[in-house]
T-cell receptor, first 113, second 115 residues
Framework: AQKVTQAQTEISVVEKEDVTLDCVYE???????LFWYKQPPSGELVFLIR??????QNEISGRYSWNFQKSTSSFNFTITASQVVDSAVYFC??????????FGTGTRLQVFP | DAGVIQSPRHEVTEMGQEVTLRCKPI?????LFWYRQTMMRGLELLIY????????DSGMPEDRFSAKMPNASFSTLKIQPSEPRDSAVYFC?????????????FGPGTRLLVL
């Protein structure tokens, strides 16, 4: 069965600190897709990134970077030099070759000035 | 391009009343999903459609909930009668081919409070 674990319920950092949000997934499929979404205090769910199981290259987008490691079934998200605007709940999600998306329970990140 | 549009953004109603939530998916997206988010249960998939046809409604809590998609650009989620435990944020999302890893894009959500 597919499952996504975000063990960190809440993380607090001070602005400019680097922070890593962990995501561990379980799947028996060889083809699958991983996602990160951001939910800021305003409530909407914003898509950040998608990764397929055949592409283990790390990705960097500005201050955001993602580390995908199949060997440890992890898809971790790092924010470099965090800012107050990064404060949000971040969700990791998994889909196999079905139409459904399985979400983790989310990690609440609070960045203090 | 416009994203997924939901209305209303906020709804306050009294127990027993009918509530209708509306969604317009991104043009060209064949899949539409309805989710509910609560503190206790997180994000739950209620039902989803492909080409306007309901595919899986196993997440619909009970018969008080119903969803329709009369055409490719409009869907409704109805709760009748509403109960306080239905209070939640309801999201609509749309996608191209999620089974091939296409991204689901979410609307802004409808925050429902049933008194």
């Amino acid at each position: 069965a597919q499952k996504v674990t975000q063990a960190q319920t809440e993380i607090s950092v001070v602005e400019k600190e680097d922070v890593t949000l962990d995501c561990v997934y379980e799947t028996r499929d060889t083809t699958y897709y991983l996602f990160w979404y951001k939910q800021p205090p305003s409530g909407e769910l914003v898509f950040l990134i998608r990764r397929n199981s055949f592409d283990e290259q790390n990705e960097i987008s500005g201050r955001y970077s993602w580390n995908f490691q199949k060997s440890t079934s992890s898809f971790n998200f790092t924010i470099t030099a965090s800012q107050v605007v990064d404060s949000a709940v971040y969700f990791c999600a998994l889909s196999e070759d079905t139409d459904k998306l399985i979400f983790g329970t989310g990690t609440r990140l609070q960045v203090f000035p | 391009d416009a994203g997924v549009i939901q209305s209303p953004r906020h709804e306050v109603t009294e127990m027993g009343q009918e509530v209708t939530l509306r969604c317009k998916p991104i043009s060209g997206h064949d899949y539409l999903f309805w989710y509910r988010q609560t503190m206790m249960r997180g994000l739950e998939l209620l039902i989803y459609f492909n080409n306007n046809v309901p595919i899986d409604d196993s997440g619909m809590p009970e018969d008080r909930f119903s969803a329709k998609m009369p055409n490719a650009s409009f869907s409704t989620l109805k709760i009748q009668p509403s109960e306080p435990r239905d209070s939640a944020v309801y999201f609509c999302a749309s996608s191209l081919e999620p089974g091939r890893g296409e991204t689901q894009y979410f609307g802004p959500g409808t925050r429902l409070l049933v008194l």
